[in-house]
């Protein structure tokens, strides 16, 4: 029945437009309005008029507690809720409960608003809230009945019914508020949304599922996941559900999973962002690089740990793992993680005799019984359990206080004053600061002091006393200050060293005071840059990654140019760390890598020998080798070169697809399988097959461990419209100053709808266009539907690097090839060994590229500007071996393999030498010289 008038004692209230009927009220002090409204009415004018009278609501959620008062006159003092009252004994105001510290927001002001919000709601908030409110006159307290009821409820999945008839009920303790909409998750996937809390579908027969319900707008209030049959199902269970950290601390976020007995673990990631149903691994997300690691601590028990927590880190994070029968969902909500600072609160903020000071952060600490560390002016000065200072401060002018939670001391909050705006105060300007070695640090802090300043240093905190930086050997010659009174304070460290490593202070004096020493400061760490090379073992034709690396990230020069020498050459700079490189046999060179701006602060050389690459290396074993990488090095073994291609069995029973990763021929050694779905490694798939579940949208490849990069073509493993790039050549060596053209071909689902697409190489996809280095060479073509290519004119050594295709989709859908396309750019060299003969003697010449340009090139040989030969396919060395007084010219392929004899040769074969690529002679290499001396008369 719906009221839409009121009734007080025997007198009716009614709108003009309704009808109204007489209702009993609880007592005669209660009036019940419309659907939703009680008023209570005191005497001379008292009054509470609450919106709702009861409230059923999630645990873990938010509500509103909402009302507006009346009195008759005088002002307002004291206005708080309360949920305890005795007779003669004044109610206790929540505010000062701990039960709800940090949780309640008085939204109210003492006028008529006395809005109350609770967050973070526990079962034991159930409770009858009243408010009360008290005036500054004789008798002027009243307290508005009968309140609010609030219920507090959790959600658990109920199983009802027999083997072949089971029902799914999403339960509560209470009937929720504002007719809710019911969510349910199947294994974590999001499966079903009514506003009825049974689940519709039969579920007799899911041995394997599990199922948890939701209430729509709290998806992250699920109920706890229940197995339909038995007690052995897919299930994940977050050990919180919400987690809130300090900024620059470190962080754990752990999970426990089951699954049926018989399903094997084939993967497991943590991920905080999915595009189009693909999860993305935490740990390959550049914004994380460093700062992420994964823990097993038992065998169905996983621990993302993140250090270095930055604001940008706040957000939901899950868990998501996959067996050989089924995937647990990526739409089951997870823990999320809130980063936050520290910050004193003082109130009153106006002036008044004794001030209460506060550590406050923006939400709860996860830490259970966290210990705050309180400083007052620069000097440790009390711990204590409670984020209140324990004593109320004097408004003295000259003090500051600051705060911090133990172990975590060097997080501490900015200091502030007790009274006014100018008090004795240091703030760093950054907390921590990581730098290369043999560079120049400025370490910086603002002070002021109350009174004038007469001394001021830096020190160590390291050192049992502080002592000033100016005054110690081991920084002699390498220090400065800089700054003036009220300004920032510089220390400046010059040709910094490891030893430097260490967390530095500043402290200043006045007359009658001295900041205090234990104020945590600056940390300072020194890093030298090093190459590392991957993998650490290589073939001929393989790809070598090189990193220029440091142990921390550096903050002053957060988007650093790499610079990148071979043999103290410089070779191209690039913003990506990473260089990539096909390796080519019989060469032995150096890399080196440093960062623009600090050229001389390079990284010591990194030698990668391949001379001594062969094939008797890689094939003495066997006669018969299956390889994925083709060989020229025929008179040593059989090799049989093999594509990999994924092969999709369906069966029929089970309604799954069985994937293999077949070869030609059987691989040797034994091989470890890698898969990819959707261009995202299963890391922990190994096998050669793997079952999967039907699914119009996702594709699948697969690679053989150490070779990556020779990832299979991508499959759909339903239909021929997945997610899918597929490139025309997955390498390109080309030459410099030459033309390139890269293409591709693609699908998509297609419930979705393209809407643009572009080629990239950093980390975050940027269309190659906009870079001013390639302004004018860079043009897209798409010669059919579904398929692009990007055409490159006059190619440079820097332009050597991998090339994504990426497309755009509508609903969001973005989709990378991975990996690229990997192009070299390299020059065309000539080498005579060597560069004067004798009649007689063996002289080689080679026309070599860092890569094998084209499938099978034709080198064409020049001496002294004109060709010396017809074009000579497949080889591209000269040997002249016998060097003879006779001036006759043999062509032909001798046993020594990849070689020519020119014999005899008379000293007219002396001259300049160079060598081209046939349909590229315009790109000639540079000329040798070869100087031929004469042994016998007449010559």
């Not at 993680?337 to 609160?345: A, I, R, Y």
């Not at 393989?542 to 610079?563: D, R």
């Amino acid at each position: 029945m719906t009221i839409c008038g009121f009734q007080y004692g025997n007198k009716v209230w009614t709108n003009p437009t309704f009808s109204v009927s007489q209702i009993p009220c609880p007592n005669s002090d209660t009036i019940v309005m419309s659907n939703c409204v009680s008023v209570v009415l005191g005497q001379d004018g008292w009054s509470v008029t609450y919106t709702t009278q009861s409230i059923c609501t999630l645990k873990g959620s938010t509500v509103e507690l909402t009302c507006s008062y009346t009195y008759p006159r005088g002002k307002v003092t004291t206005t708080f809720w309360f949920t305890k009252m005795e007779a003669g004994i004044e109610p206790e105001d929540l505010g000062q409960d701990p039960e709800y510290a940090g949780r309640l927001e008085y939204h109210g002001v003492k006028k008529k608003d006395c809005t109350l919000k609770i967050t973070d709601l526990r079962e034991r908030d159930s409770a009858t809230y009243r408010f009360r409110l008290l005036t500054d006159q004789e008798g002027g307290k009243f307290s508005g009945s009968p309140g609010v009821t609030l219920s507090v409820t959790g959600l658990q999945v109920k199983v009802t019914g027999g083997h072949q008839d089971k029902t799914l009920t999403c339960s509560t303790t209470c009937t929720l508020t504002d007719n809710p909409t019911y969510i349910w998750y199947k294994n974590g996937q999001h499966r079903d949304e009514s506003t009825s809390p049974q689940y519709k579908y039969s579920v007799s027969n899911d041995y394997d599922a599990s199922y948890s319900c939701a209430v729509k707008g709290h998806e992250d209030l699920h109920s706890p996941a229940v197995c339909v049959v038995g007690e052995s199902c897919m299930n994940v269970t977050y050990t919180h559900q919400s987690i809130c950290a300090l900024k620059g601390s470190t962080v754990d976020i752990s999970c426990f999973y089951t699954h049926p007995s018989w399903h094997n673990v084939i993967e497991v990631s943590w991920f905080n962002k999915w595009e189009s149903g693909v999860t993305k691994d935490l740990s390959l997300n550049p914004e994380y690089a460093d700062r992420v690691e994964y823990h097993q601590q038992t065998d169905k028990g996983s621990t993302l740990r993140i250090t270095d927590l930055r604001e940008s880190d706040s957000t939901e994070y899950k868990f998501r793992f996959t067996t050989d029968e089924a995937r647990w969902g990526y739409s089951f909500p997870g823990t999320t993680l809130t980063v936050t600072g520290s910050q004193v609160e003082v109130t009153p903020k106006w002036r008044s005799e004794s001030k209460t000071l506060s550590c406050i952060t923006t939400c709860t600490l996860s830490n259970p019984n966290p210990i705050y560390i309180w400083y007052k002016n620069g000097q440790n000065l009390d711990e204590s359990n409670s984020p209140q200072y324990k004593d109320p401060v004097s408004s003295n002018y000259d003090d500051s206080y600051s705060c911090a939670v133990k172990v975590h001391e060097d997080l501490l909050s900015p200091a502030v004053c007790v009274q006014g705006q100018r008090c004795n105060r240091v703030t760093y300007t950054k907390r921590r600061i990581c730098v290369l070695k043999e560079s120049t640090v400025d370490i910086s802090c603002s002070y002021v002091g109350y009174y004038s300043t007469t001394s001021s240093f830096w020190f160590r905190s390291d050192k049992s006393t502080p002592e000033d930086l100016t005054t110690d050997p081991g920084y002699a010659g390498r220090v400065e200050y800089t700054g003036t009174y009220r300004s920032p304070s510089y220390l400046r460290i010059t040709d910094l060293r490891e030893e430097d490593s260490a967390e530095y202070r500043f402290t200043f004096k006045t007359d009658n005071f001295e900041w205090g020493h234990s104020f945590p400061g600056t940390t300072l760490s020194v890093t030298d840059l090093q190459v590392k090379v991957t993998p650490g073992t290589v073939t001929e034709g393989s790809w070598v990654i090189l990193t220029c690396s440091t142990t921390c990230t550096l903050t002053e020069i957060p988007n650093p140019t790499y610079i990148w020498y071979k043999n103290g050459e410089e070779l191209f700079s690039d913003s990506s760390p990473q260089y990539h490189y096909s390796v080519s046999r019989g060469s032995s060179d150096s890399y080196s890598c440093a960062l623009r701006g600090h050229d001389k602060l390079s990284s010591p050389e990194v030698t990668v020998d391949t001379s001594s690459l062969s094939c008797f290396r890689v094939t003495y074993t066997s006669r018969s080798i299956c390889s994925l990488i083709p060989s020229v090095d025929l008179p040593c073994t059989a090799i049989y070169p093999t594509d990999l291609q994924v092969k999709v069995t369906p069966d029929t029973k089970t309604g799954k697809r069985t994937l293999t990763c077949s070869t030609t021929c059987t691989l040797t050694d034994n091989p470890t399988y890698i898969w990819y779905q959707n261009g995202q490694s299963l890391a922990w798939l190994t096998s050669q097959q793997h079952s999967v579940w039907s699914s119009e949208t996702e594709s699948y490849s697969c690679a053989v461990k150490g070779h990556e990069d020779l990832r299979s073509p991508a499959v759909c493993v339903q239909g021929y419209n997945c997610w899918r790039v597929t490139y025309t050549k997955r390498r390109i060596c080309v030459l410099k100053g030459s033309t390139v053209d890269i293409s591709c071909s693609y699908t998509h689902p297609t419930s979705y709808i393209e809407q643009g697409s572009f080629w990239f190489t950093q980390k975050d996809p940027v269309d190659v266009r906009s870079y001013p280095e390639y302004a004018g060479r860079v043009e897209y073509n798409r010669n059919t539907e579904n398929h692009h290519t990007m055409t490159i004119t006059h190619l440079t050594e820097k332009d050597s690097a991998e090339y994504k295709f990426i497309l755009i989709t509508t609903d969001e859908g973005r989709f990378s090839g991975l990996p690229g396309v990997m192009l070299t750019v390299t020059d065309i060299l000539l080498e005579m060994d060597p560069t004067s003969v004798s009649e007689g003697e063996r002289v080689t010449l080679r026309c070599r590229t860092q890569c094998t340009v084209g499938l099978n090139p034709t080198y064409i040989w020049y001496k002294n500007g004109q060709s010396l030969t017809n074009p000579i396919t497949s080889y591209n060395s000269l040997i002249l071996d016998p060097v003879t007084s006779y001036n006759s010219l043999i062509l032909d392929p001798v046993s020594s393999y990849n070689s020519l004899i020119l014999d005899p040769v008379s000293s007219e074969d002396a001259g300049n030498y160079s060598c081209a690529v046939e349909g590229l002679e315009r790109i000639l290499s540079p000329e040798e010289t070869l100087t031929v001396r004469c042994e016998y008369m007449g010559c």
